[in-house]
């Protein structure tokens, strides 16, 4: 059964930080590209941070560099999203997401896990 399962979502105040996590399991996560979307209240989900198939190579929302960083380990078929900094604009729902092919779109997703940040 293809599955990513989320966690570490929660309550924080602003200027703390949070680890997410995601599990993967049912196809090969070790050649997959990985990403992390947000969605907020009455917004479009919009993809934050992404990581190749190796993590040799990360990519940043404007919002997010500096703050976030996305990882991953292959041998534990998770990654991960450390956000610092957090900002009550970064309250949402947090996804994992999973491109098996090398190019297209985000064909795996997570159930979302919840990041609400108190000022």
């Known amino acids: 059964q293809v599955q990513l399962v989320e966690s570490g979502g929660g309550l924080v105040q602003a200027g703390g930080s949070l680890r997410l996590s995601c599990a993967a399991s049912?196809?090969?996560?070790?050649?997959?590209?990985m990403g992390w979307f947000r969605q907020a209240p009455g917004k479009e989900r919009e993809l934050i941070a992404s990581?190749?198939?190796?993590?040799?190579?990360?990519w940043y929302v404007d919002s997010a560099e500096g703050r976030f960083t996305i990882s991953r380990d292959n041998a534990k078929n998770m990654v991960y999203l450390q956000m610092n900094s957090l900002k009550p604009e970064d309250t949402a729902t947090y996804y994992c997401a999973g491109r098996r092919r090398p190019t297209g779109n985000y064909d795996v997703w997570g159930q979302g896990t919840q990041v609400t940040v108190s000022l």
């Open positions: 049912g196809f090969t996560f070790s050649s997959s590209r």
């Open positions: 990581i190749n198939w190796s993590g040799g190579f990360t």
